[in-house]
């Protein structure tokens, strides 16, 4: 008797847990999504030929918008509407890796101290122990990370008072070298990547181009943001500023003023600002084929009045054998 009813429970319990699944398969067919929007979602699984783009929008008067959904926006990957969407979030909590690129070469000298000041209280607001990872690199003559990917900013912080600048400036050599190194941060579900660059844009070693270091950037699929340590209103440098601007806007980062301690303060606070109103899109793009090519992106707004700041384009991860 006692067999019986244990043999009747489990088939109970087996008859639950199939109605269960066809329940969440319905939902899915319903919705149009992936199964990761449907509660409770634990990690966001990420495909070979799933696209993640974070990106920004602001108003006529340049202030961040954080209210709009999917529906509001138009996608095209290389000319072609996304075959799917499969991820949405706005003022994005997804983890962040940050890579912030300190030039260290004696042409800083004079504002050396308050910009590693100013970037260590920075990385103490934005960065979230437990999920968030950061790491800083000084570039001269030569790139070295100064401290290895981390969630505390005390580590972070100690680090950037023992730089001292000295030397010349390898600045596209630091900027490859960042965004494969935060192409390899090891990752379990949807993760933003940006990347901080304080210089006055002068590569003055010559190892790589600027087209290596914009290539690099789309590879790892890097916002960078450019503070440009230039006097622009007294000692213009159009030269400096245009590559630091280059390497912005092909991201979807932007280009802010640092060349004294106010503006400087002020352009971080912006940065924050941008990094806590980012929107998060996830799709399959349609035609797509892991070879390695380049693939445009271009975002826009249904509604007039809005800009959309977003990375051009991307290149279609190769699967090898």
């Excluded at 429970?9 to 699944?21: D, E, G, M, P």
């Excluded at 990752?187 to 210089?199: F, P």
């Excluded at 991201?251 to 600002?273: D, M």
Aim: proline share 4%.
């Amino acid at each position: 008797m006692r067999f019986q009813v244990l043999c009747f429970s489990v088939f109970l319990l087996f008859l639950f847990l199939i109605s269960s699944n066809f329940a969440s398969a319905q939902a899915v067919a319903a919705t149009g999504w992936s199964s990761e929007f449907l509660p409770p979602a634990a990690t966001i699984t990420k495909t070979v030929d799933e696209v993640n783009l974070a990106f920004t929008v602001t108003n006529k008067s340049g202030h961040f918008v954080s209210n709009l959904n999917r529906d509001d926006f138009r996608l095209l990957d290389n000319h072609q509407a996304p075959q799917r969407l499969t991820f949405f979030q706005q003022r994005s909590d997804l983890p962040l890796h940050l890579a912030v690129l300190i030039d260290s070469s004696a042409s800083v000298e004079y504002r050396f101290k308050f910009e590693t000041r100013a970037a260590a209280v920075f990385l103490r607001k934005i960065l979230r122990p437990g999920t968030d990872r950061a790491f800083v690199v000084a570039f001269n003559d030569e790139v070295k990370t100064v401290v290895e990917p981390a969630d505390k900013p005390a580590r972070l912080m100690s680090a950037l008072k023992r730089l001292k600048p000295e030397g010349n400036t390898a600045l596209n050599d630091a900027v490859i070298y960042a965004c494969q190194k935060l192409g390899h941060i090891p990752e379990n579900q949807t993760t933003r990547r940006a990347l901080v660059l304080i210089s006055d844009g002068v590569d003055t070693v010559h190892r790589s181009t600027l087209e290596q270091a914009m290539q690099a950037a789309a590879r790892a699929q890097v916002m960078i943001f450019s503070l440009t340590t230039n006097q622009s209103e007294f000692e213009a440098n159009s030269q400096g500023d245009a590559v630091l601007r280059d390497l912005a806007n092909s991201t979807g980062g932007a280009l802010l003023a640092a060349h004294n301690e106010s503006r400087l303060e002020a352009s971080f606070h912006n940065l924050e600002k941008a990094l806590r109103n980012q929107y998060v899109l996830g799709y399959n793009p349609a035609g797509f084929v892991p070879d390695g090519s380049y693939r445009s992106v271009e975002l826009s707004t249904v509604k007039r009045g809005f800009r959309t700041n977003c990375r051009r384009g991307y290149y279609a991860r190769a699967t090898h054998p």
